[in-house]
């Protein structure tokens, strides 16, 4: 059997890379909020507003 000090501090790591699983999963998940908070104003922006048509977009992006 493993003594407590051991487990202990075993346990702890293995929490520690949880923790740390975690906090990389929520600074994706806010970085995904913020992009959307900014497509949801540029949206709010330009409504109303003419697009640009596919074909001139397509030739300034050099797709054309």
Known sequence: ???TATKKRSDQKRSLGDLKRQVSKLTVR???LEDLRDLNSAVSR????RGVAWSK???SLGLA
């Open 46 to 49: 330009n409504s109303g507003k």
């Open 1 to 3: 059997k493993m003594p």
């Open 30 to 32: 806010v970085e995904e």
């Open 57 to 59: 977009a397509k030739a």
